[in-house]
Structure formats: structure tokens, C-alpha cells
């Protein structure tokens, strides 16, 4: 009888777990404004403002195939700048202290390749 209720009590557990983890990402999702991600700063309330505008950049800005200039127009300047890539950085990535960056490449003619986010 004890080992039957712990499995109740366990995949209740493991159940609200996984329905909470979902809600809260999905609360989370922030719709992209360009000025309010170029104008970010980390602060205790907006920590993790960009982190949570990424789903919504994805869905409504094709990234891979605008030049280094439509980046910075939609995105600002980046965090950090190398020749063939720009970094972004998305502040707290809501998984601990894990912190969160966009890191996109470009090409030899200044257009975007690819991007990835990246958890760290």
C-alpha cells in the first residue's frame, strides 16, 4: 500500500513539474520589439528580457540572408564584434545562472550564414 501511494505522490510530482516548467516558458515569451532590445540593460527586473524575445525574433525575423547592416539596425551593435561574427548577449537564460549569448555569422560579403543561442 505505501509503495502505491509514493508512485501517486511521485508522477504527481513529475506531472505538475513538467505542466509547470511548460507554463512558465511559455509565460516567459516575450513578442521582439527592436527598440526595447537595442535599449536593454541588465537590471534585476529585466534580466532576462532578451532571452525571452528570442522565440519570438525566430518566428518573425528571417536572420540567415540580411546583411551585417540589417543586423545592427534591428539588433543594435553587438556585445562583442570579430570579423566574420556578432555576439549578443541575452542575460539570464531562466536555467539556473546560466547566462545566455546570439551568436551570428556572417559570410566573406557580410551576410548571415547562420546563428545559433547558446545556454552557457
Do not use: C
Not at 40 to 66: A, C, F, I, Q, V
Amino acid at each position: 500500500m505505501k509503495i502505491s501511494k509514493n508512485i501517486k505522490y511521485g508522477v504527481s510530482f513529475l506531472v505538475i513539474l513538467v505542466v509547470g516548467t511548460y507554463i512558465s516558458n511559455r509565460l516567459s515569451e516575450q513578442t521582439f520589439e527592436s527598440d526595447r532590445w537595442k535599449n536593454w540593460t541588465e537590471t534585476e527586473s529585466e534580466m532576462s528580457l532578451r532571452w525571452d524575445m528570442m522565440n519570438s525574433l525566430r518566428k518573425n525575423h528571417e536572420l540567415k540572408g540580411m546583411t551585417k547592416t540589417e543586423i545592427a539596425e534591428l539588433l543594435g551593435m553587438p556585445d562583442s564584434e570579430r570579423k566574420s561574427s556578432f555576439t549578443y548577449n541575452l542575460g539570464f537564460s531562466r536555467r539556473g545562472i546560466n547566462m545566455g549569448y546570439l551568436d551570428i555569422n556572417f559570410n566573406e560579403s557580410g551576410i548571415v550564414t547562420d546563428y545559433k543561442v547558446m545556454d552557457t
